[in-house]
């Protein structure tokens, strides 16, 4: 029994964690009241936006995602969607836009760019070089905003020191079990640390889906061109911005991010990813995650030593804990799952993303839209050659991961 209460003691430090995370989720809702759309009004001196729309492929409802930007009460604003191919499936749906909102400011660029090896970066490239105007908004497909989105975020760069504004993430829709893991994993797990590091360490944790900043701040810290080779090149773009002086500001506006019908194969390649990445930017604090994943860790004792009476007992125990805070945490952020019910799965998805965490320890290849690269120190890529010796293990590793995926 020594080890169950070995375990037991670190499950318990980890729920004093999460509910140190759902404290900075509440106190930044207290703090910034979670606008809806209504009763806001533009800022004192409001700063025309090039909104940046990288895409590929078919994102779970697109076409309203994309066309929620082009309904922004805001008075000047660009939209470029940026593309690679013609042929993608993506291209039909901005064309359907763009003919929908003849009198909208928006502008489609297919031109192919392999500077760097992100393929984010690369659709970028041509937009941004476009765009018109002295602010660029990143925002991603799979994001759906309301009326009020610009006018909200808009106001924190009224402050000449804000450098960059981001935005927290609500998961949205989910059909199928892959897309509620997704949901539940962005409500809780997500939220949580992105609250936690801005309210507690004051370390900005950016995400892709939403970052507004002013060309010139951008280009200082090398533009993007200086994070063409990098995964994570949101958590750089926030991390070099803030090392030069400027803030980093989690914004009051939340965005919704749309999943429908993910397969549990593409959750489980996303978390695998995700995973790689962070291990290779946080090095040993990367064991936070698990420390920090309490459903985990009372349920070792079970599956590894004694399923006796007490560690059942305790591993059912904390997955209700850990189930209702996830309940509270989609109640007080307007997250709620299509059907109450469907947060019985939260544990099931924190013992995947336990076992996931392990797979970056023993791995450093990522497959990322068809092609492999090894992610080292920060998340930097390089090519992996698919021939030769050294080739066979990651073809072996991925025939296993797609036999049981």
Not at 243 to 248: L, Y
Not at 395 to 401: E, G, P, Q, T, Y
Request: net charge positive.
């Amino acid at each position: 029994m020594e080890i169950f209460w070995i375990f037991a003691g670190i499950t318990i430090f980890g729920l004093v964690g999460y509910g140190l995370q759902i404290l900075a989720v509440r106190s930044h809702i207290l703090k910034h009241p979670l606008h809806c759309g209504e009763g806001s009004s533009l800022p004192r001196s409001f700063l025309p936006i090039s909104i940046l729309k990288p895409l590929k492929g078919l994102d779970d409802n697109l076409f309203d995602n994309l066309e929620s930007f082009c309904l922004q009460d805001y008075p000047e604003y660009e939209i470029i969607f940026s593309l690679q191919d013609y042929n993608d499936p993506a291209y039909k749906v901005v064309r359907k836009i763009k003919d929908k909102y003849p009198d909208g400011d928006i502008s489609i660029i297919v031109e192919r760019c392999d500077i760097g090896l992100n393929p984010k970066v690369n659709n970028l490239i041509h937009a941004y070089k476009a765009s018109k105007y002295a602010h660029i908004l990143i925002s991603d497909s799979n994001v759906v905003v309301d009326k009020a989105y610009l006018r909200e975020i808009s106001k924190h760069m009224e402050d000449p020191d804000v450098g960059l504004v981001s935005s927290l993430i609500k998961g949205t829709g989910g059909h199928t079990v892959g897309s509620v893991f997704e949901n539940l994993h962005l409500n809780s797990f997500v939220v949580g640390s992105v609250c936690f590091l801005d309210k507690f360490l004051k370390m900005p944790c950016v995400v892709g889906k939403s970052m507004l900043m002013g060309k010139r701040d951008l280009e200082a810290i090398g533009g993007l061109r200086a994070v063409k080779d990098i995964l994570a090149e949101d958590y750089v773009i926030g991390e070099r911005m803030h090392r030069s002086g400027k803030k980093v500001v989690l914004s009051d506006y939340m965005i919704s991010n749309v999943n429908e019908y993910w397969g549990i194969k593409k959750f489980l390649n996303r978390h695998t990813r995700w995973g790689k990445l962070r291990w290779k930017i946080g090095g040993i604090k990367y064991l936070s995650e698990l420390i920090g994943n309490p459903v985990f860790m009372a349920c070792l004792p079970v599956l590894l030593w004694e399923p006796s009476k007490t560690t059942i007992s305790f591993a059912l125990l904390v997955s209700l804990v850990k189930t209702s805070g996830d309940f509270y945490l989609g109640r007080k952020t307007g997250a709620e799952l299509n059907n109450p019910f469907l947060y019985m799965l939260s544990p099931v998805k924190d013992l995947l993303i336990g076992i996931i965490w392990f797979i970056p320890l023993l791995n450093n290849t990522i497959v990322w839209r068809g092609s492999r690269y090894i992610i080292g120190r920060n998340s930097m890529l390089s090519p992996c050659a698919e021939t030769g010796f050294w080739s066979l293990r990651y073809r072996i590793a991925d025939a296993i991961k797609g036999r049981f995926a």
